[in-house]
C-alpha cells in the first residue's frame, strides 16, 4: 500500500508544480497586459469615491472641533478679563 502513496507523490508532485508555475505565469502575463487593473477599476473608483467623502468629512470635523475650543476657552478668558 505504501508503494501506491511513492507512485502517486512521484507523479503527481511534477504536475501540481507545473499547474502552480502555470497559474503564475498567466497571471504575469494579466498584470503585464494590464487586464487585472482594468477589471477592478470600478471597485478602484468607489474606493476613491469613499476616501475623498472620508477626508471631506475629517476636515468639517476639524472645523468643527475648532469651534468646540474655542466656545470652550471663550468663557475662560472673558473669567479671567473681569478679575
Not at 13 to 39: D, M, Y
Amino acid at each position: 500500500m505504501p508503494a501506491v502513496f511513492i507512485v502517486m507523490i512521484v507523479f503527481l508532485a511534477p504536475l501540481i508544480a507545473l499547474g502552480i508555475f502555470a497559474s503564475f505565469v498567466l497571471a504575469v502575463i494579466r498584470v503585464w497586459r494590464g487586464e487585472a487593473l482594468r477589471q477592478n477599476r470600478p471597485q478602484r473608483d468607489e474606493e476613491t469615491r469613499l476616501i475623498q467623502e472620508i477626508y471631506q468629512g475629517l476636515l468639517k470635523m476639524e472645523d468643527r472641533i475648532g469651534a468646540l475650543e474655542t466656545i470652550l476657552l471663550d468663557p475662560e478668558r472673558k473669567g479671567k478679563d473681569e478679575t
